[in-house]
């Protein structure tokens, strides 16, 4: 699983040499993981893929065999030996807590458009609530670095000075966590073609695929008990998979088929895989799109905020997100469309972001349907998990 290295960051979207010094890693404040918890909580027990041995003779049967269940039943799990090394990961941490630490007016020159539901770019916090109190979530969001993309959006001299760097780091992801374990899915279906899946999401091809700055503000005792702890109704995510590197801060949490919910623990060195809708939605529900929460963190870690980084893979904007027809689990298993005509990738984000990014229309929908569902597209119903 080796990488080949680009070129694609043009020089013309790059900081003049002069101005690259100030936001060289030596001039920024560093990122300081914090301390794990004490506090016993329930953790949840998942696989571990360590992806070394992808490569080795039978390494992609024996990692499908180790899949099966988990893709099946959980929707979440851990790979480890993926090709970045620590010290690249703790420098995307500090690009993420200094841009952050960035004045809200400079920001906000790079704010999403909420409207038409382009979430590339900075979406500020405190614009949807839990509870009594507005969230304190804040996201930036980093697309392809692709032809499609070029010129497009607009980065903080920050994110400029480092591109080189995030394109390789982001790429690096794609072709050496999310294409074999798309190789990896397509063994545990038993498709005829092991590169079906990976045919649909390669990367320079037009997708929605995209790299995440994540922070959840650090909340006072008394924000926390008026938010009820975050104890938010559960979410799945819209894409194929989301990768979401160790994060110390306790807080993750998915929904267990029992209907109970456990805490995902900071595995050192690995980063946590859930599965999302679309991956979903191409099995007719088979791969299961895991229910997930992010909950108040426990008590020796309120004084931290919870930093995030993620990526998140999708298919081709074209992709019909019908199950495949080839697969003889799906055939067994007589698994159906989850929509009522063919949607495609493009229509399905388009969708689904404009609930997410616009709450006071998702508000209305669920308001208007009176049973806890709202109706996304093509008659696929999205619901609140309590």
């Given at each position: 699983?080796?990488?080949?290295?680009?070129?694609?960051?043009?020089?013309?979207?790059?900081?003049?040499?002069?101005?690259?010094?100030?936001?060289?890693?030596?001039?920024?404040?560093?990122?300081?993981?914090?301390?794990e918890t004490k506090e016993d909580l329930p953790w949840a027990e998942l696989v571990t893929l360590d992806l070394e041995d992808y490569n080795r003779p039978g390494g992609p049967e024996r990692l499908a065999k180790q899949l099966e269940h988990a893709v099946h039943h959980v929707g979440f799990f851990y790979v480890k030996n993926f090709g970045l090394s620590q010290e690249q990961i703790d420098q995307?941490?500090?690009?993420?807590?200094?841009?952050?630490?960035?004045?809200?007016?400079?920001?906000?020159?790079?704010?999403?458009?909420?409207?038409?539901?382009?979430?590339n770019g900075w979406r500020r916090p405190g614009r949807g609530k839990i509870a009594a109190v507005k969230d304190n979530?804040?996201?930036?969001?980093?697309?392809?670095?692709?032809?499609?993309?070029?010129?497009?959006?607009?980065?903080?001299?920050?994110?400029?000075?480092?591109?080189?760097?995030i394109e390789l780091f982001s790429r690096t992801l794609h072709s050496n966590v999310v294409l074999p374990l798309l190789r990896l899915f397509a063994i545990v279906l038993q498709l005829p073609d092991p590169k079906h899946l990976v045919k649909q999401h390669t990367y320079d091809q037009k997708s929605e695929d995209h790299f995440r700055y994540m922070i959840y503000h650090k909340r006072t005792a008394e924000e926390h008990a008026a938010s009820g702890y975050g104890q938010s109704t559960g979410h799945t995510d819209l894409g194929t998979v989301t990768l979401l590197f160790r994060?110390?801060?306790?807080?993750?949490?998915?929904?267990?088929?029992?209907?109970?919910?456990?805490?995902?623990?900071?595995?050192?060195?690995?980063?946590?895989v859930n599965l999302a809708d679309t991956?979903?939605?191409?099995?007719?529900?088979?791969?299961?799109?895991?229910?997930?929460?992010?909950?108040?963190?426990?008590?020796?870690?309120?004084?931290?905020?919870?930093?995030?980084?993620?990526?998140?893979?999708?298919?081709?904007?074209?992709?019909?997100?019908?199950?495949?027809?080839?697969?003889?689990?799906?055939?067994?298993?007589?698994?159906?469309?989850?929509?009522?005509?063919?949607?495609?990738?493009?229509?399905?984000?388009?969708?689904?972001?404009?609930?997410?990014?616009?709450?006071?229309?998702?508000?209305?929908?669920?308001?208007?349907?009176?049973?806890g569902t709202v109706d996304v597209i093509g008659g696929f119903k999205d619901r609140r998990y309590k």
């Open positions: 699983m080796s990488l080949t290295t680009t070129e694609s960051v043009k020089q013309e979207r790059l900081l003049p040499s002069e101005n690259l010094q100030q936001y060289s890693f030596n001039h920024l404040e560093p990122y300081v993981h914090p301390p995307q941490f500090t690009l993420a807590k200094n841009f952050f630490d960035l004045d809200v007016k400079e920001k906000e020159k790079f704010e999403i458009d909420y409207a038409n539901a382009d979430y979530v804040e996201i930036f969001n980093i697309p392809k670095f692709t032809e499609d993309f070029e010129g497009k959006y607009k980065q903080p001299d920050l994110v400029k000075a480092h591109l080189p760097e994060q110390p801060v306790a807080g993750l949490q998915i929904l267990g088929d029992n209907g109970n919910w456990t805490y995902v623990s900071a595995q050192p060195g690995t980063i946590t991956i979903s939605h191409l099995t007719g529900g088979w791969l299961k799109s895991s229910v997930h929460r992010v909950v108040a963190p426990p008590k020796d870690q309120w004084q931290y905020d919870r930093t995030g980084l993620l990526y998140f893979a999708r298919p081709h904007n074209a992709t019909v997100l019908n199950p495949i027809l080839d697969s003889p689990v799906l055939k067994e298993a007589g698994v159906k469309p989850r929509f009522e005509k063919p949607v495609t990738m493009e229509e399905w984000v388009k969708a689904k972001q404009t609930l997410q990014l616009n709450p006071e229309i998702s508000a209305k929908k669920y308001a208007e349907s009176g049973d």
